[in-house]
């Protein structure tokens, strides 16, 4: 570990954001971290579907899936107190359109050396043998945002980083190495400092003075159903694979699980193009919220029939940013960006929660050069 005597700013408090502070605090920065909302982790970090992932998402990205089975041990060290076991987690392969075969799905696990066993009786037949060819009972866990939350403020505090709450940054003013940058917030305040993190997801290209990152992004936004599950079903979790179907995750903070269906989820969905004027969060504020649930649950108790008995408790809007060249294999890889014009600002997206280490890795090879 470096020691590191900088003035840094962390730009988000989100996941990414509070986690990357507490790691840049810990080597010695001073770090200030600045949220536009009045918490931390509201956003995606909070509303999504709480997937601990252990890499069988990913049988079309090899890279993803193996990164996936390295962090998740590390993520259930660091954060145990947050992830949920008690569940079963399914994994199932449809018979139609699906672009793995069952044979193919097995072979990816060894592969990846992800446990996985044909599925006991009784869950089995929980589906539809006309419809769905194989089932697994695999090991894949959630994790409850709220709890994640409150480790890491403890772990902020305890490591010193200075937390701005209700601050939208809307500026990073640059200058000429080594005087100071200096963070604009809403309200004309300025910070000087020397490094940048920008760790705002669908705000990535939002702040004036951060020059917009050569990865392409793709918004959506996004519907997670939240539902009260039939009692078959309980402690259970499903994820069909791997085409146009569903999945359903435990939601721990809530007691309840998510519902999201590959087709009905998305509302939404745009490719950011630069001076499109169009700022996510904005969008998602102005989008019309009528929900999707009832066209997800007709499809997915075709292939469960006793979803059928599933009842929509509320729902969850939020943006999903992710990079326009994983569309393909679905490939979910961190972005890690120094900014073209000024080398003391770094955009990171996270894409997913475990994807964390790869974020320190990135930041430890940073300032080694
Ligand atoms: C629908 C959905 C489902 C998902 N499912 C999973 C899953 O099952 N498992 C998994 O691992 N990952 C999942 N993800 C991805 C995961 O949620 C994200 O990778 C992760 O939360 C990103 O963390 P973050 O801190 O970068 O983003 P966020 O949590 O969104 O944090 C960014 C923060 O920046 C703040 N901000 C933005 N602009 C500014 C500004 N100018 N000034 C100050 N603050 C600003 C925002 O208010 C926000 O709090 C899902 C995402 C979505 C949307």
Redesign the pocket.
């Given at each position: 570990m470096v020691q590191l005597n900088h003035a840094i700013a962390v730009?988000?408090?989100?996941?990414?954001?509070?986690s990357v502070a507490e790691y840049l605090a810990k080597q010695g920065a001073e770090v200030i971290l600045?949220?536009?909302?009045s918490d931390?982790?509201?956003?995606?970090?909070?509303?999504?579907?709480?997937?601990?992932?252990n890499g069988y998402h990913y049988p079309r990205s090899f890279s993803t899936a193996y990164r996936s089975r390295l962090n998740f041990s590390r993520f259930l060290h660091d954060y145990r107190p947050a992830i949920a076991t008690n569940f079963v987690k399914l994994y199932a392969i449809a018979r139609l359109s699906s672009k793995v075969s069952s044979r193919q799905f097995e072979y990816f696990c060894q592969n990846i050396e992800a446990p996985f066993t044909p599925a006991r009786t009784s869950f089995a037949d929980l589906f539809s043998p006309r419809l769905i060819a194989a089932v697994y009972e695999t090991q894949e866990y959630a994790f409850d945002a709220a709890v994640l939350r409150r480790l890491l403020a403890e772990r902020l505090a305890k490591a010193g980083v200075k937390i701005r709450l209700d601050?939208?940054?809307?500026q990073i003013i640059s200058s000429i190495s080594p005087a100071p940058m200096q963070v604009i917030d809403h309200q004309g305040n300025s910070t000087p400092v020397e490094y940048v993190f920008n760790?705002?997801?669908?705000?990535l290209n939002?702040?004036v003075g951060i020059t917009p990152t050569q990865l392409k992004l793709k918004h959506?936004i996004?519907e997670?159903s939240l539902i009260q599950l039939p009692p078959e079903l309980e402690n259970i979790a499903v994820t069909v694979m791997d085409g146009p179907f569903f999945s359903f995750?435990p939601f721990p903070d809530r007691g309840l699980s998510t519902f999201?269906h590959v087709r009905y989820?998305p509302h939404a969905a745009w490719i950011e193009a630069a001076n499109d004027g169009l700022n996510p969060?904005e969008m998602l504020k102005n989008c019309d919220r009528a929900t999707n649930f009832g066209y997800m649950i007709r499809d997915a108790q075709r292939y469960i029939p006793c979803l059928e008995t599933a009842t929509h408790q509320d729902s969850?809007f939020?943006?999903?940013?992710v990079l326009v060249r994983n569309e393909g294999d679905d490939g979910r890889p961190i972005l890690f960006e120094v900014d073209a014009n000024e080398p003391r600002i770094v955009s990171?997206?996270?894409?997913?929660?475990?994807?964390i280490y790869d974020a320190y890795t990135a930041i430890d090879d940073y300032f080694k050069h």
């Amino acid at each position: 570990m470096v020691q590191l005597n900088h003035a840094i700013a962390v730009i988000g408090g989100g996941f990414y954001g509070c986690s990357v502070a507490e790691y840049l605090a810990k080597q010695g920065a001073e770090v200030i971290l600045f949220e536009q909302a009045s918490d931390l982790m509201t956003r995606a970090s909070y509303n999504n579907q709480a997937r601990l992932h252990n890499g069988y998402h990913y049988p079309r990205s090899f890279s993803t899936a193996y990164r996936s089975r390295l962090n998740f041990s590390r993520f259930l060290h660091d954060y145990r107190p947050a992830i949920a076991t008690n569940f079963v987690k399914l994994y199932a392969i449809a018979r139609l359109s699906s672009k793995v075969s069952s044979r193919q799905f097995e072979y990816f696990c060894q592969n990846i050396e992800a446990p996985f066993t044909p599925a006991r009786t009784s869950f089995a037949d929980l589906f539809s043998p006309r419809l769905i060819a194989a089932v697994y009972e695999t090991q894949e866990y959630a994790f409850d945002a709220a709890v994640l939350r409150r480790l890491l403020a403890e772990r902020l505090a305890k490591a010193g980083v200075k937390i701005r709450l209700d601050t939208p940054i809307e500026q990073i003013i640059s200058s000429i190495s080594p005087a100071p940058m200096q963070v604009i917030d809403h309200q004309g305040n300025s910070t000087p400092v020397e490094y940048v993190f920008n760790c705002t997801y669908s705000g990535l290209n939002g702040v004036v003075g951060i020059t917009p990152t050569q990865l392409k992004l793709k918004h959506e936004i996004t519907e997670l159903s939240l539902i009260q599950l039939p009692p078959e079903l309980e402690n259970i979790a499903v994820t069909v694979m791997d085409g146009p179907f569903f999945s359903f995750m435990p939601f721990p903070d809530r007691g309840l699980s998510t519902f999201t269906h590959v087709r009905y989820t998305p509302h939404a969905a745009w490719i950011e193009a630069a001076n499109d004027g169009l700022n996510p969060y904005e969008m998602l504020k102005n989008c019309d919220r009528a929900t999707n649930f009832g066209y997800m649950i007709r499809d997915a108790q075709r292939y469960i029939p006793c979803l059928e008995t599933a009842t929509h408790q509320d729902s969850l809007f939020e943006i999903k940013t992710v990079l326009v060249r994983n569309e393909g294999d679905d490939g979910r890889p961190i972005l890690f960006e120094v900014d073209a014009n000024e080398p003391r600002i770094v955009s990171m997206l996270g894409s997913k929660i475990d994807n964390i280490y790869d974020a320190y890795t990135a930041i430890d090879d940073y300032f080694k050069h």
